[in-house]
């Protein structure tokens, strides 16, 4: 049982970050096409870079209790193309997001300093 902690942990965060964008439109709920390319290229970048790290014996699976055992390849345990997934979709909910606010701040004191 203990052995898929991590990936059901990496699930709900997933799923916690896809509400969060759900509720702001903020990446899928504004553009999914885009979206999704962004998410497909992204983790096809870290998963080629984590195939040159085990290539070049720096990257390396271990032995974790929380993590399920199944790997897709040497090395490449199941739980990191979900954790990959996972940073890619929130590093952009978190990007477009502060992109937001920043945007909103910087119509906010233009419109409050034009008002002076």
Known sequence: MTGIVYLAAL??????????????????????????????????????????????????????????GVVLAPELPIEEPVFLLFLVVCTMIVYTGAARLLSRMRTGSRAGGDAR
């Open 11 to 68: 699930g709900v965060a997933l799923a916690g970050m896809l509400l969060i964008d759900r509720r702001f439109r903020l990446f899928f709920w504004l553009d999914a096409r885009s979206a999704t390319i962004v998410t497909v290229v992204g983790v096809l970048f870290f998963l080629a870079w984590d195939a040159a790290g085990i290539a070049g014996g720096i990257f390396l699976r271990g032995d974790a209790a929380i993590a399920t």
